[in-house]
C-alpha cells in the first residue's frame, strides 16, 4: 500500500517543522509515501520553513502553492490532483491531528477489504475551545440530519480514500465538509474510527461559528439536491458480431 499524504496549511509557518517530523517519523520504514504540503496563499514564512523542511526530506516532501487564498478544499483537491499514489491521506496542518492515527486508519482499510471506501477519524475527546466545540457539534448535528451521512464528525481533518474516487467526487468550494454524503452518493462505504485529538500548539485557528456553520448552509443544501438527483451510471455491454 502506497500513500500520498496531503496536507492543507495557512499561515501555519511554526507548526511546519513539528508536523513534518511527526509524519516523517510515523512513517519512515513502514509504507512507501509522500507528504505533499498544499500552501494555500500564506503570507507568513510558511512557505520558506516548508522549503527548510524539504533538505534532508530524501525526496519525501514535495510543495505546491496557491497564489493567493483558495480554500482549504481546493487545496485539498490539488493536492490530490498532483498525488502518486493511489491511496491518500489528509490531515490537517495545525498539529491537532495526531500523524500515529494514520497507521490505525489504514490498518481500517486493510480490514476492510475495499477499495471504494472513505474512512474517516473521530475525534472523541476535543481539545478545542467551547466554542469551537459547540459550532462543530451543531454543524454536525444539522449534516447529519440533512444529509444522512452516517459519520460523527465529518470535520475530523484526518481522513483516508482512493484518489481515484476522490477525483469522481462533483469538486465545488467547501466539498470537504461534505466528503461522507458525497462520497456515499457515489456508491462508497463510510467507516468512522475513533482518533485522538490534540490542542493547538501554535497559530490561530481559521474557523469559526461563522464559517463553520453557516457559511455551509447554502453547500449542504446543494450536496442534498446532488443526493436527490443522482443517477448511477447503468451497465452497458458492447454486442459483438459473434453474438448477433
Not at 519525501?60 to 491521506?89: F, M, N
Not at 459547540?134 to 454536525?140: C, D, F, H, P, Y
Not at 448535528?141 to 484518489?163: A, I, S
Request: aromatic share 8%.
Amino acid at each position: 500500500m502506497s500513500i500520498s499524504v496531503v496536507v492543507p496549511v495557512r499561515n501555519e509557518a511554526k507548526n511546519i517543522h513539528p508536523l513534518v517530523e511527526e509524519i516523517f517519523s510515523v512513517l519512515a520504514g513502514r509504507i512507501e509515501f509522500e507528504m505533499i504540503y498544499v500552501d494555500d496563499g500564506s503570507s507568513d514564512d510558511t512557505l520558506q520553513n516548508l522549503r527548510d523542511e524539504q533538505r534532508g526530506r530524501a525526496g519525501k516532501l514535495r510543495i505546491l502553492t496557491h497564489d493567493s487564498v483558495c480554500g482549504q478544499s481546493t487545496a485539498i483537491h490539488s493536492g490530490v490532483q498532483a498525488a502518486a499514489y493511489p491511496w491518500i491521506v489528509t490531515l490537517d496542518g495545525d498539529g491537532q491531528n495526531d500523524p500515529v492515527d494514520i497507521l490505525k486508519l489504514l490498518e481500517s482499510v486493510r480490514a476492510a477489504g475495499s477499495k471504494n471506501i472513505l474512512i474517516v477519524g473521530h475525534r472523541v475527546e476535543r481539545h478545542d475551545t467551547w466554542l469551537r466545540r459547540l459550532s462543530s457539534r451543531v454543524a454536525n448535528v444539522v449534516r447529519g440530519f440533512m444529509l444522512r451521512d452516517k459519520t460523527p464528525d465529518t470535520g475530523c481533518g484526518l481522513k483516508v480514500f482512493p484518489r481515484e474516487l476522490f477525483l469522481q467526487l462533483p469538486y465545488f468550494d467547501h466539498m470537504h465538509r461534505f466528503l461522507p454524503a458525497l462520497v456515499l452518493r457515489q456508491g462508497g462505504r463510510i467507516l468512522s474510527v475513533p482518533v485522538s485529538h490534540r490542542a493547538r500548539g501554535q497559530g490561530l485557528s481559521k474557523y469559526g461559528l461563522h464559517n463553520r456553520l453557516w457559511a455551509g448552509v447554502v453547500d449542504m443544501f446543494g450536496v442534498a439536491w446532488l443526493q436527490w438527483r443522482y443517477q448511477r451510471s447503468a451497465d452497458v455491454k458492447e454486442v459483438t458480431r459473434d453474438e448477433l
